[in-house]
């Protein structure tokens, strides 16, 4: 019980859910989810940040029916006692575990593992096959902290999936 208690917990993160399990959204954000051209989902703690706002079942509902290209940005690397051990396919079953398949039209991956990370903290790597889920790799990693996504890299590779997939965006 409780976000902060997950690094404390020896084991697996089984599951996330909320109480009550079913609270109200709050309506613009539904409005902005509906309208929206993209919608990026990450990076971000996948058990503690990114899941318990996709429980929310009327921002899963809106999610699912909006026709924004809708992209999941993987973590860089693994959060110790959340998802230690984890690669790409692990994050991608942990979201079909909780709100299903189907959602996202890419799964987006740093793809640069050159660098030596601090003690404790491995890479999501892409090791195992995902079946034909669309996966992009790029290099994300920020060059003094390689364990974070740098903003710069992370947006124009966004923008480039979106102009790719999608086209120019007009007004």
Sequence with gaps: ???????????KVRRVYL?????????PVINTILNADLIVVGPGSLYTS???NLLVPDILAAVKASRAFKIFVINIATQDGETSGYGV?????????????????????NNNHVVDLPEGVNWVKQEKPVGKLPIYG???I??????????????????????????????
Aim: charged share 20%; with cysteine; net charge negative.
């Design 1 to 11: 019980f409780g976000e902060s208690r997950i690094p404390q917990k020896n084991g």
């Design 138 to 140: 790029a290099d994300l």
């Design 142 to 171: 920020e060059a003094e902290h390689p364990w974070r996504h740098d903003a710069t890299k992370l947006a124009s590779v966004l923008m480039n999936i979106l102009y790719e997939k999608t086209g120019p965006l007009t007004e």
């Design 19 to 27: 109480e009550p399990n079913t609270p109200a959204a709050y309506p």
């Design 89 to 109: 396919a692990e994050h991608i079953q942990a979201l079909k575990d909780h709100i299903g398949s189907g959602i996202f039209d890419l799964y987006l991956c």
């Design 50 to 52: 990114l899941l318990p």
